[in-house]
C-alpha cells in the first residue's frame, strides 16, 4: 500500500503536479506538513528526498489574503513537527525534526504570524528532546513573538500552566 502511494506520488510529480500546493482544507498546509501531523516519518523523508519537497513549505489561506494576519499563517514543516504532542509519536517526531534539520535549505528561525519559531513552538508544549535538538542545532534563541516572549518565557510557562495545546482545559484550534 505505502509503495503504491509512493509510485501514484511520483507519477503525478512527473504529470505536473507541484508537490508544495497547499490544500484548500482549515490550515492550508502542504502535503508534508499533513505526513508530518500523521507522525508519518518515513513519508516526511520521502517527500524531502526523492519528490524535493520544500522544508519551508508554510501554511497559507489563498482566499483571504486581505488580511495583515491570520491565525496559524506561516506554519512551515519544522514548527509543526516541533509542535507535535502526542506521545506515542515522540521518537517520530524527533526524527522529523532532525530529517528537517538536516535539509540544506532549511529554514531554522522562520516565525509564523504569531511571531512563534519552531524552538518556541517546542516551548509551548513541553516537547523538551525538540527543543534540545532545536537548541544544539544552533537556531537564535533572541527570537521573540508579536507579544515580546521569547522561548524561555513559553517553556517556563508551559512548566505552571501545561502545554499550550490544553490549558484552561480547553483545545486550541
Avoid at 500523521?38 to 489561506?61: H, I, K, Q, T, Y
Avoid at 489574503?65 to 506561516?74: F, I, L
Amino acid at each position: 500500500m505505502r509503495e503504491q502511494r509512493k509510485k501514484k506520488i511520483l507519477w503525478l510529480i512527473s504529470c505536473g503536479a507541484d508537490i508544495d500546493q497547499r490544500d484548500c482544507n482549515r490550515r492550508y498546509f502542504p502535503p508534508i506538513s499533513h505526513a508530518i501531523q500523521m507522525g508519518d516519518d518515513e513519508m516526511v523523508e520521502f517527500l524531502l528526498n526523492e519528490c524535493g519537497a520544500n522544508p519551508n513549505a508554510g501554511s497559507r489561506n489563498p482566499f483571504d489574503a486581505s488580511k495583515v494576519r491570520q491565525k496559524n499563517e506561516g506554519n512551515m514543516p519544522l514548527m509543526i513537527a516541533s509542535f507535535l504532542t502526542k506521545e506515542e509519536w515522540s521518537p517520530r517526531r524527533e526524527r522529523i525534526v532532525q530529517l528537517l534539520l538536516a535539509h540544506e535549505a532549511i529554514s531554522v528561525n522562520q516565525q509564523d504570524a504569531n511571531g512563534f519559531t519552531a524552538l518556541i513552538k517546542a516551548c509551548t508544549n513541553g516537547n523538551a528532546k525538540c527543543r534540545n535538538i532545536l537548541l544544539d542545532a544552533g537556531v537564535d534563541t533572541r527570537i521573540v513573538d508579536i507579544n515580546g516572549k521569547n522561548y524561555m518565557d513559553h517553556w517556563n510557562e508551559c512548566l505552571v500552566y501545561g502545554p499550550l495545546k490544553h490549558r484552561n482545559g480547553k483545545r486550541r484550534k
